[in-house]
């Protein structure tokens, strides 16, 4: 096996050549950069992050900035790039650093994980992309590294098996270059050892890859036991007024698309209720295409109604939960992709 020193060596050596250095974030590094990117990619790819990550920091360019926007701008800055809790705690740790912390992220990785959305692994990340601290992490993609080095004869999300990959993760750091090493780590696993169809033959860890030994890395890392993936149904309730506008309510803080701009909600024996809680005549309503959205741990049966109104309605002022707004203008909202995609067919 190995030694701790020839594994990170061999790793910052393939790095020093073929690492990914002109990433958005890579340019003019701050702590606040490094976040924000470190947020974004989680369970991201790189590739769908850069537009994002980009945009969003043209708007705030620093946690003043982040922190004193108002939440919806923050989120309408994130719709599409899904996991929404990510910028609702973005936008909430921002907050706690602008207005109790000085303004300044953390440099103590105890005091990191304590503000929303940021775990262990990001924590480790920011110490040492950051601040060039000897920090580990353990990603998916330094998961998919250490359980295919060691081949890992269990799921690498199982709490003790989870345990020993920090372990290992830990007793490889170097003694020096934290913040290369850690780039390193991500890149080795985004750009050779991919989850499927590996580049092993240009992998700096091959020789001493357990996985490779055995003639097996695609078996790796082993992978969840298998659930029965739940369906749920849900009928939409697309509201449009005589002047083309349509109805978006906005979504509770917690929970699916938390803060998020969506259309009602309804079941068939509900449909009178919503409209008289909508203050809306119940009118027919013509069946849209149905379609279905995934999430990691459910499948969503969405169908679609549209209902037209002969009357005027306009933004009751009272309900800030309710907004009437032009097909035309609604994508400057923050909406979740299945909305985008219903308003993309309307």
Known sequence: MMTIFNFSDALLGWYEKHGRKDLPWQQSVT???????????????????????????QRFPDIAALA??????????????????????????ANIIHHQLGGELPEDI???????GIGRSTAGAIMALAFHQRYAILDGNVKRV?????????????????KQLWLRAQALLPDKDFAKYTQAQMDLGATLCTRSRPDCQNCPLQTHCAAYAQNNVSDYPR???KKTVPVKQVQWLVVENKHQEILLLKRPAMG????????????DSELETVCDR????????????????????FKLN???????????????EDKPDRIWVKIKDIEELALPAPVKALVNQL
Request: aromatic share 16%; hydrophobic share 40%.
């Open 278 to 297: 909508l203050e809306i005549p119940v009118t027919d309503a013509q069946i849209l295409a149905g379609f279905q959205h995934t999430f990691t741990h």
């Open 110 to 116: 105890e005091q990191l994980q304590t503000l929303p």
């Open 146 to 162: 250490l359980s295919r080095f060691y081949a890992v004869e269990d799921w690498p999300g199982k709490p003790q098996v989870e």
């Open 223 to 225: 992978p969840r036991p």
């Open 68 to 93: 004193t926007a108002n939440l919806d701008e923050v989120l309408s800055y994130w719709a599409g790039l899904g996991y929404y809790a990510r910028g609702r705690n973005l936008h909430k740790s």
């Open 256 to 267: 699916i698309w938390g803060g998020l701009w969506c259309f009602p909600e309804f079941t």
């Open 31 to 57: 702590p606040y950069r490094v976040w924000v990117s470190e947020i974004m990619l989680q369970q991201t790819q790189v590739s769908t992050v850069i537009p994002y990550y980009q945009r969003f920091m």
């Open 302 to 316: 969405i169908q679609p109604f549209k209902m037209a109104l002969d009357d005027a309605f306009s933004v009751i």
